[in-house]
T-cell receptor, first 113, second 112 residues
Framework: AQSVTQLDSQVPVFEEAPVELRCNYS??????LFWYVQYPNQGLQLLLK??????LVKGINGFEAEFNKSQTSFHLRKPSVHISDTAEYFC???????????FGKGTTLSVSS | ETGVTQSPTHLIKTRGQQVTLRCSSQ?????VSWYQQALGQGPQFIFQ???????GRGNFPPRFSGLQFPNYSSELNVNALELDDSALYLC???????????FGAGTRLSVL
Protein backbone atom coordinates (compact mmCIF):
# COMPACT_ATOMS: atom_id res chain seq x y z
CA ALA A 1 0.00 0.00 0.00
CA GLN A 2 1.14 3.50 -0.74
CA SER A 3 2.03 5.82 2.09
CA VAL A 4 3.19 9.37 2.76
CA THR A 5 5.58 10.45 5.51
CA GLN A 6 5.87 14.05 6.53
CA LEU A 7 9.16 14.20 8.35
CA ASP A 8 8.46 17.19 10.59
CA SER A 9 5.34 17.52 12.69
CA GLN A 10 6.08 21.15 13.59
CA VAL A 11 8.22 23.79 11.90
CA PRO A 12 8.63 27.15 13.67
CA VAL A 13 10.20 29.96 11.62
CA PHE A 14 10.54 33.72 11.73
CA GLU A 15 8.82 35.99 9.25
CA GLU A 16 10.75 36.51 5.97
CA ALA A 17 12.88 33.39 6.58
CA PRO A 18 12.94 30.53 4.04
CA VAL A 19 11.16 27.30 4.87
CA GLU A 20 11.15 23.69 3.65
CA LEU A 21 8.50 21.15 4.62
CA ARG A 22 9.63 17.61 3.90
CA CYS A 23 7.55 14.83 2.38
CA ASN A 24 8.50 11.30 1.35
CA TYR A 25 6.21 8.84 -0.40
CA SER A 26 6.33 5.10 -1.00
CA UNK A 27 7.44 4.25 -4.50
CA UNK A 28 5.09 3.44 -7.35
CA UNK A 29 5.21 3.12 -11.13
CA UNK A 30 3.78 6.60 -11.53
CA UNK A 31 2.75 9.11 -8.93
CA UNK A 32 0.51 12.09 -8.70
CA LEU A 33 1.59 14.25 -5.75
CA PHE A 34 -0.12 17.14 -4.00
CA TRP A 35 0.36 19.69 -1.26
CA TYR A 36 -2.68 21.11 0.51
CA VAL A 37 -2.92 23.83 3.17
CA GLN A 38 -5.47 23.95 5.96
CA TYR A 39 -6.03 27.17 7.88
CA PRO A 40 -7.64 26.91 11.33
CA ASN A 41 -11.24 25.71 11.23
CA GLN A 42 -11.25 25.48 7.44
CA GLY A 43 -11.12 22.84 4.72
CA LEU A 44 -8.15 21.98 2.52
CA GLN A 45 -6.89 24.30 -0.20
CA LEU A 46 -4.80 22.94 -3.06
CA LEU A 47 -1.36 24.60 -3.06
CA LEU A 48 0.23 22.73 -5.95
CA LYS A 49 0.33 19.40 -7.78
CA UNK A 50 2.75 17.21 -9.69
CA UNK A 51 1.24 15.07 -12.42
CA UNK A 52 4.08 14.80 -14.93
CA UNK A 53 6.67 16.91 -16.72
CA UNK A 54 8.93 19.42 -15.00
CA UNK A 55 10.05 18.25 -11.59
CA LEU A 56 9.87 21.80 -10.19
CA VAL A 57 6.27 22.74 -9.58
CA LYS A 58 5.09 26.24 -8.72
CA GLY A 59 1.93 26.82 -6.75
CA ILE A 60 -0.08 29.57 -5.16
CA ASN A 61 1.12 32.02 -2.51
CA GLY A 62 4.76 31.76 -3.64
CA PHE A 63 5.17 28.06 -2.75
CA GLU A 64 7.03 25.57 -4.92
CA ALA A 65 7.90 21.88 -4.65
CA GLU A 66 10.43 19.60 -6.27
CA PHE A 67 9.65 16.03 -7.30
CA ASN A 68 12.65 13.76 -6.78
CA LYS A 69 11.96 10.27 -8.06
CA SER A 70 15.26 8.73 -6.90
CA GLN A 71 14.72 9.93 -3.33
CA THR A 72 10.92 9.49 -3.48
CA SER A 73 10.50 12.99 -2.09
CA PHE A 74 8.29 15.97 -2.78
CA HIS A 75 9.49 18.76 -0.48
CA LEU A 76 7.63 22.06 -0.28
CA ARG A 77 9.59 25.33 -0.17
CA LYS A 78 9.02 29.04 0.14
CA PRO A 79 11.89 31.56 0.01
CA SER A 80 10.30 34.06 2.41
CA VAL A 81 7.34 33.29 4.66
CA HIS A 82 4.70 35.61 6.04
CA ILE A 83 2.71 35.50 9.26
CA SER A 84 -0.31 34.57 7.14
CA ASP A 85 1.41 31.30 6.07
CA THR A 86 0.82 29.92 9.57
CA ALA A 87 -1.28 26.80 8.94
CA GLU A 88 -1.27 23.01 8.68
CA TYR A 89 0.28 21.59 5.51
CA PHE A 90 -0.53 18.17 4.10
CA CYS A 91 1.33 16.18 1.49
CA UNK A 92 -0.73 13.61 -0.43
CA UNK A 93 -0.30 10.97 -3.12
CA UNK A 94 -3.05 9.61 -5.34
CA UNK A 95 -3.57 5.89 -4.84
CA UNK A 96 -2.85 3.42 -7.63
CA UNK A 97 -6.56 2.92 -8.31
CA UNK A 98 -6.79 6.61 -9.11
CA UNK A 99 -9.55 7.34 -6.60
CA UNK A 100 -8.27 8.18 -3.14
CA UNK A 101 -5.73 10.66 -1.89
CA UNK A 102 -3.43 9.24 0.78
CA PHE A 103 -2.37 11.97 3.17
CA GLY A 104 0.52 12.40 5.52
CA LYS A 105 -0.11 13.38 9.13
CA GLY A 106 0.57 17.03 8.43
CA THR A 107 3.17 19.65 9.33
CA THR A 108 2.26 22.65 11.43
CA LEU A 109 4.04 25.74 10.12
CA SER A 110 4.20 28.52 12.72
CA VAL A 111 5.51 31.87 11.52
CA SER A 112 6.34 34.49 14.14
CA SER A 113 7.61 38.06 13.96
CA GLU B 1 -18.08 29.31 -10.66
CA THR B 2 -19.10 28.01 -7.24
CA GLY B 3 -16.79 25.91 -5.14
CA VAL B 4 -17.56 22.85 -3.05
CA THR B 5 -20.15 23.57 -0.37
CA GLN B 6 -20.99 21.40 2.63
CA SER B 7 -23.83 21.49 5.12
CA PRO B 8 -24.26 21.74 7.98
CA THR B 9 -21.04 23.31 9.27
CA HIS B 10 -21.41 21.87 12.76
CA LEU B 11 -23.47 19.03 14.17
CA ILE B 12 -23.88 17.48 17.61
CA LYS B 13 -25.33 13.98 17.95
CA THR B 14 -25.49 11.33 20.64
CA ARG B 15 -24.11 7.83 20.44
CA GLY B 16 -26.34 5.43 18.48
CA GLN B 17 -28.03 8.14 16.41
CA GLN B 18 -27.83 8.50 12.64
CA VAL B 19 -26.53 11.52 10.71
CA THR B 20 -26.63 12.79 7.12
CA LEU B 21 -24.06 15.22 5.75
CA ARG B 22 -24.47 16.99 2.41
CA CYS B 23 -22.11 18.18 -0.29
CA SER B 24 -22.57 20.17 -3.49
CA SER B 25 -19.78 19.66 -5.97
CA GLN B 26 -17.92 22.39 -7.81
CA UNK B 27 -19.48 23.40 -11.11
CA UNK B 28 -18.48 20.99 -13.89
CA UNK B 29 -17.22 18.25 -11.57
CA UNK B 30 -18.76 14.77 -11.78
CA UNK B 31 -16.95 12.93 -8.96
CA VAL B 32 -17.31 13.32 -5.21
CA SER B 33 -15.04 11.89 -2.50
CA TRP B 34 -15.54 11.89 1.26
CA TYR B 35 -12.83 11.98 3.92
CA GLN B 36 -12.78 11.80 7.72
CA GLN B 37 -10.24 13.96 9.54
CA ALA B 38 -9.78 13.19 13.22
CA LEU B 39 -8.24 15.86 15.43
CA GLY B 40 -4.52 16.24 14.74
CA GLN B 41 -4.53 13.74 11.88
CA GLY B 42 -4.52 13.81 8.09
CA PRO B 43 -7.75 13.09 6.21
CA GLN B 44 -8.69 9.42 5.71
CA PHE B 45 -10.52 8.34 2.54
CA ILE B 46 -14.05 7.00 3.14
CA PHE B 47 -15.37 6.50 -0.40
CA GLN B 48 -15.82 8.07 -3.82
CA UNK B 49 -18.86 8.37 -6.05
CA UNK B 50 -18.88 8.66 -9.84
CA UNK B 51 -22.03 8.57 -11.97
CA UNK B 52 -24.10 7.78 -8.88
CA UNK B 53 -22.11 4.60 -8.14
CA UNK B 54 -19.53 3.94 -5.43
CA UNK B 55 -16.18 4.01 -7.21
CA GLY B 56 -13.81 3.10 -4.40
CA ARG B 57 -13.92 2.67 -0.64
CA GLY B 58 -11.48 3.04 2.20
CA ASN B 59 -11.26 1.05 5.40
CA PHE B 60 -14.58 2.13 6.89
CA PRO B 61 -17.42 -0.12 8.13
CA PRO B 62 -20.71 -0.49 6.21
CA ARG B 63 -22.52 1.86 8.60
CA PHE B 64 -20.81 4.59 6.54
CA SER B 65 -22.80 4.87 3.32
CA GLY B 66 -23.34 7.44 0.63
CA LEU B 67 -25.34 8.62 -2.31
CA GLN B 68 -24.66 10.70 -5.37
CA PHE B 69 -27.50 12.45 -7.19
CA PRO B 70 -27.91 13.22 -10.91
CA ASN B 71 -26.73 16.80 -10.30
CA TYR B 72 -23.52 15.29 -8.80
CA SER B 73 -24.29 16.44 -5.26
CA SER B 74 -23.74 13.83 -2.57
CA GLU B 75 -24.69 12.68 0.91
CA LEU B 76 -22.72 10.83 3.55
CA ASN B 77 -24.80 8.81 6.01
CA VAL B 78 -23.46 7.35 9.22
CA ASN B 79 -25.62 4.95 11.25
CA ALA B 80 -25.20 3.87 14.87
CA LEU B 81 -22.85 6.73 15.71
CA GLU B 82 -19.89 5.98 17.96
CA LEU B 83 -17.81 8.40 20.01
CA ASP B 84 -14.86 7.83 17.64
CA ASP B 85 -16.92 9.16 14.74
CA SER B 86 -16.34 12.65 16.12
CA ALA B 87 -14.28 14.34 13.40
CA LEU B 88 -14.23 16.86 10.57
CA TYR B 89 -15.87 15.34 7.49
CA LEU B 90 -14.54 16.71 4.23
CA CYS B 91 -16.07 16.45 0.80
CA UNK B 92 -14.00 16.89 -2.36
CA UNK B 93 -15.13 17.14 -5.94
CA UNK B 94 -13.17 16.43 -9.10
CA UNK B 95 -13.37 15.50 -12.74
CA UNK B 96 -12.83 11.84 -13.51
CA UNK B 97 -9.46 11.18 -15.11
CA UNK B 98 -6.90 13.41 -13.42
CA UNK B 99 -9.12 13.36 -10.34
CA UNK B 100 -7.62 16.55 -8.90
CA UNK B 101 -9.69 17.01 -5.78
CA UNK B 102 -10.98 20.33 -4.47
CA PHE B 103 -12.28 20.38 -0.93
CA GLY B 104 -15.14 22.04 0.89
CA ALA B 105 -14.87 23.63 4.31
CA GLY B 106 -16.10 20.49 6.04
CA THR B 107 -18.73 19.49 8.59
CA ARG B 108 -17.57 19.13 12.18
CA LEU B 109 -19.44 16.27 13.84
CA SER B 110 -19.37 15.83 17.60
CA VAL B 111 -20.76 12.60 19.05
CA LEU B 112 -21.58 12.74 22.77
Amino acid sequence: AQSVTQLDSQVPVFEEAPVELRCNYSSSVSVYLFWYVQYPNQGLQLLLKYLSGSTLVKGINGFEAEFNKSQTSFHLRKPSVHISDTAEYFCAVRDQAGTALIFGKGTTLSVSS
Amino acid sequence: ETGVTQSPTHLIKTRGQQVTLRCSSQSGHNTVSWYQQALGQGPQFIFQYYREEENGRGNFPPRFSGLQFPNYSSELNVNALELDDSALYLCASSLSGPNIQYFGAGTRLSVL
